[in-house]
């Protein structure tokens, strides 16, 4: 069973940091292009960074600099580091996985989604 768990969501201040995790069970996440997206309530959902199993990333404009993804192969887990964060990072934040490679403007039909973990930055 294919299933994706996100966590390390919480409440920072304007400027912190947090690191979120996604663990992934029933594939290898080094197979696979896996993306962060986020959304608050009235917005469309938008990419936030994605990988693929060499190791190329994609990200939004809105974090270059601040966010870095990262996977894990022996853990077969996805991470998103955040750091300098703004009250505009405000979301739930979801990992997903779609078949590689991952594409520009966001453009893979992502098969699998997690429940999401909540980030909210406070000014």
């Known amino acids: 069973q294919i299933k994706l768990s996100e966590s390390g969501g919480g409440s920072v201040q304007t400027g912190g940091s947090l690191r979120l995790s996604c663990a992934i069970s029933?594939?290898?996440?080094?197979?696979?292009?896996m993306a962060w997206f986020r959304q608050t309530p009235g917005k469309e959902r938008e990419g936030v960074a994605a990988i693929d199993g060499d190791g190329t990333t994609i990200y939004a404009d809105s974090v270059k600099g601040r966010f870095t993804v990262s996977q894990d192969n022996a853990e077969n887990a996805l991470y998103l580091q955040m750091n300098t964060l703004k009250p505009e990072d405000t979301a739930m934040y979801y990992c997903?996985?779609?078949?590689?490679?991952?594409?520009?403007?966001?453009?893979?039909?992502?098969?699998?989604w997690g429940q999401g973990t909540q980030v909210t930055v406070s000014s």
């Open positions: 029933g594939y290898t996440v080094s197979r696979y292009c």
């Open positions: 997903a996985a779609s078949f590689p490679p991952c594409q520009g403007g966001w453009s893979n039909y992502f098969f699998d």
